[in-house]
């Protein structure tokens, strides 16, 4: 790294640096609500050593926290998390254990399980306007770069890790991205600060380790600068990933048919504009992209027959071709997973959530087609595989609605409560029994249904 270079990466590691550095990245927010992202390790514990030394020179200007995810994908986690806890009461800073739910699907990467995880617990603990702090440094955005180069990925993958990300109702900030390990490692060891090392950084079955183990010591003995000239080019690629999004973005809009895509509108553009639209899509539905293969499958589905409803299956969501349209939904429960009897709702008190992430309420409205006072006080509510009395004309009349075979389970079906033929009142916003109808001035209201529409 050249003198200039090293000085101001060194320059962050001071307290009134950091701090100029974080009014750059995030500008116009005063006071600033800030949690470290902490595992207990070297980086972060730097970190959080910064975050503590900047809270008493703005007292009044910066809120402090620390989160620490506790994986349980080991013994020594256990180990960590006590680490964590100790250091914190010390430091006098506020901490939040979170407890991750690590699933691997069959086939998938352990590591990107992992990070899944994590970023889902971060998302749910992050309050509105709050900032989540990491300690990803220069060696990290190498590695990361590498790795989105091995992995065939486009402008956007090789653009490695932004400086400031949406994350939840927060921001995700790295203020590090251009400090080298080194520094950090010498600032650790000059105040001799205690850290704890994760066993798990030593496996070189995990592909970053392998990189950071393996291969960048080769790499920096012939290009000590490998670091600074990579980054140099992923902010290249940052901004080619720029233009393209605004320009897929548009195409996406001109596509875009409500939630879904017309595959009409799809169907003029060729394969490589067509593909970034559809990485514009999952980006709009806060998913990531997936792989190049994958975005041919979904295009295949422009040829299917009318009849036909072919579908993609993907880890987080599953993409269908149906009536013209192609339809992305987030994964969900099966049908095997949704309750077998009732759900019993208090309507007035509180929107119901469902098992597959969605919502049902009753709202107040004086052009509303529901006579509230014709509603008892509590609804039964069903799915159709657990309605007791469901019948061949229930399908027929979800047919009738046009609610598509996949999504009829889904459907939030209410009835009378304590009625053992689970008498129909209304079908999700979809439906409504003529009983219920509004009339006259009555109080009047309607269901809201966050459906498949």
Known sequence: MPPSTAAASAGLLQPAQLWAQLRRLVP??????????WSGGLDSTVLLHQMTALRRLHPRQLRLRALHVDHHLQAASVQFRAHCQRLARSWRVALTVLDARVEVPRGASIEEAAREAR????????????LLITAQHADDQLETALLALLRGAGPAGLAAMPAVAALGRGLLVRPFLSVPRADMAR?????KMPVVEDPSNAQLRFDR???RLQVLPLLRQRWPAAAATVS??????????????????????????GPDLDLTVLRRWPPERAQAVLRAWFARHDLRSPETRHLREILRMQQAR?????????PQARVRAHAGRLILQRAAPSAAELPAGPLEWAWRRKPLQLPDARALAIVPDAHGDLNLAALPRTLAVYFLEGLPARGPSLRKRLQALQVPQW??????????????????LAMGDLWLHERLSARGDGRRGRIVWQGWR
Do not use: I, K
């Not at 600032?187 to 105040?191: G, K, L, M």
């Not at 290249?236 to 195409?251: G, I, K, M, P």
């Not at 009318?306 to 993907?314: C, G, I, K, Y």
């Open 28 to 37: 116009g927010r005063l006071p600033l609500y800030c949690a470290v992202a």
């Open 119 to 130: 970023y889902a617990c971060w998302r749910a603990a992050l309050q509105p306007g709050e």
């Open 187 to 191: 600032y650790a060891e000059s105040r």
């Open 209 to 211: 380790n392998f990189l």
């Open 232 to 257: 140099r080019s992923a902010r290249h690629c940052a901004t080619a990933a720029l233009l393209l999004a605004r320009r897929a973005a548009e195409d996406l809009d001109m596509a875009a048919d």
């Open 306 to 314: 009318p009849d036909a409803q072919p579908q993609l299956v993907l």
């Open 407 to 424: 999504e009829r389970n889904r459907v939030p079906l209410l009835c009378e409560p304590g009625d053992a033929a689970g008498t129909l």
